[in-house]
C-alpha cells in the first residue's frame, strides 16, 4: 500500500512537470494571439497635442516678446518705406528648411484653433489700436484698419533649436494700392500677438513730432500693457544704428541672460511714430 501511495505521488509531481513544461512552451504563444486577435482589425484612436509646433507650450510675455524680437532680427523686413529704403523682404520658408538660430516664417497651415482668425484679426487690431490711445501711446487720431486697405499675413516666429517655443503673430500692412494714397494718421505696418491681439511693434504716421513725445512715459505705458515689467535704459546706442536722429532704446528681461531691445523713435518729414523690437 505504500509503495502504491509512493507511486502516487510520483506519477503527481511528473504530470505537473509536463504541464509547467508545456505551458512554458506554448503558452506564450497562445497568449500571444488572444492579444493580437483584440487588437487587429480594431481602429483604435487616442488624442495627440500640437508637439511639433510646440504650440500649447506657455510662455510668458517676456519669453514672447524675446522670441518675436530675435525672429524678426533674423530677417531684413520692410518695417517701413523709411527702412524699406535698405531693399529688405519677406521670404516664405518651408519649415525644413529653416537655418540659424531664429526664424520668421509664413503659417501656411493658417491659424490653430485657439488663433485669431483671419475674419477677426482687424477687429481686433482696431481694438488694440484703441487701447493704445486710451494710454497715450497713440494719437487719437491714428484711422482705423480694414481689409480693403490693408493686408494680413500669418507668421509663427519660432526658436528652431527649441520649436517648442514659438509665436504666432499676425502682420498688417497698408496694401499696395494704397501706398500713393494720403497715408497721414495710418497705420504702416502692425505686428499682433496671434493669441490675445497685443501689440508688439507698430509705425504710424502722425502729426505729432519728436518733441511733442514724452518717450519714457509712452515706453512705461506699452510695457504695462504686455505685463513686461519696468524698462531700463539701454546704454550702448551705435549713433548709426538707426537712420533718425529721434529715438531712444529700452531693455528687457529675455529668456535666460538674453534681453529684448525696445526702440521708440520717429522719421521726420514723413513724420513716422515707430516702436520697434530687436
Known sequence: MKNKGKNGIYLLFLLLAVAAVGIAIWG???????????????????????????????????????????????????????????????????????????????????????EITDAEIYEICNQGLEDLKKLGILPESVRKVDAVSYEAVLYSAIDVLEPRNNVGVWKLSLSDSQRNANKENRIIDVYLDADNGKIYEFYVRTALTWDKLDADRIMAEWSNYLGLGQPEPYESINPLSETTPYFKKYTFSGMGQGKTIVTLGFYEGINELFLKIS
Do not use: M, W
Open 28 to 114: 506564450p504563444e497562445k497568449l500571444a494571439g488572444y492579444k493580437d486577435r483584440g487588437i487587429l482589425g480594431v481602429i483604435n484612436t487616442r488624442e495627440a497635442g500640437e508637439e511639433g509646433e510646440g504650440y500649447r507650450y506657455r510662455l510668458s510675455g517676456n519669453e514672447k516678446l524675446y522670441i518675436v524680437s530675435r525672429c524678426l532680427e533674423s530677417q531684413v523686413l520692410p518695417g517701413s518705406e523709411q527702412n524699406a529704403l535698405t531693399g529688405g523682404s519677406i521670404e516664405a520658408v518651408d519649415y525644413q528648411e529653416l537655418e540659424g538660430t531664429y526664424a520668421f516664417v509664413v503659417k501656411h497651415k493658417g491659424p490653430s484653433e485657439k
